[in-house]
């Protein structure tokens, strides 16, 4: 049997390994396919890509876009999106821009509460990705204001905690039609996160055209009742360890087997997007 992971991180967003790495220990665990999903950035597509020919392992140019519908989280993830269009480069560097604005935010915020960080800090944990929460966590941490990342987002950075400040919003419907734009497959990642399962439908109605079953934070009546979900509403599925390289103090890298079959209607689909959009090319020449 082949098996795939859909969701992985790395240091292009709040990740901890490389890609080269993730595809070294994507090899470990044999997996066939896996999927670099960074948040809001596709730089660690091309370099997974390399050595998972060398290695022998599939890899899905993908990302991660947040939206926020009624003030909730939502990430939509792109699959086989056109990771070298400039279009979509000059939006991820807008966001990734947005990103580090909102961290110094975070971090004026934190200094009333009296926590005291260095810019420059937060900008190095983040490296060249996109800066997020876990960075900030992770500089908490290091100053010992927080013993666990847990304590940062529900103490500091959480939503409803003071020194929450919202990323850059766009709708759950602009990201699908973003991801669609870019000739992409919009999912829905981690639904069970959002406990707001009638955001899926609102999701439905919007085009998403995936759901992400199987996910760390699923119990498996979430995975039974999403499954169900997807297949009643014709919905692809996906699943994946969300893998951070144990910035949550657990790899999980290799904990979701995603069967292979996934990946083909996957694939399948995405070929379907280049045939329609090449037929469209032709026709208007
Ligand atoms: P951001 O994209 O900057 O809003 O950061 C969101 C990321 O923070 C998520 O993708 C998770 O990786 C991480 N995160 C969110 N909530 C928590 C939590 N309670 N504990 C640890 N990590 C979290
Ligand atoms: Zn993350
Ligand atoms: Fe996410
Ligand atoms: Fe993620």
Redesign the pocket.
Known sequence: MKYCDFHI?TIF??GLLKPEEVVAKAKEQELSVIAIAD??AVDGVEPAIRTGKELGIEVIPSV?L?SIYDNI?I?ILGYFIDYKNPELLVFLKKVQVQ?TL??KRIIEKLKEQGVELSVERVLELAGTG????????QALFERGYIN???E???RF??YHSPAYVP?MEISPGEAIELINHFSGISVVAHPGTMRRDDVIYHLIEEGISGIEVWHPEHNEAQVEYYLELAIKNRLLITGGS?C?GG??GKLFLGEIRVPYEYYEELKSRHEKILRKADCGKRNAE
């Open positions: 991180h967003s709040d948040h809001d991660e947040s989280d990430h990103r909102r961290a996109s800066v997020g929460r876990p960075h900030i966590a666990s990342f847990d940062a987002f529900y950075i959480g990323k969300d951070h910035r949550k």
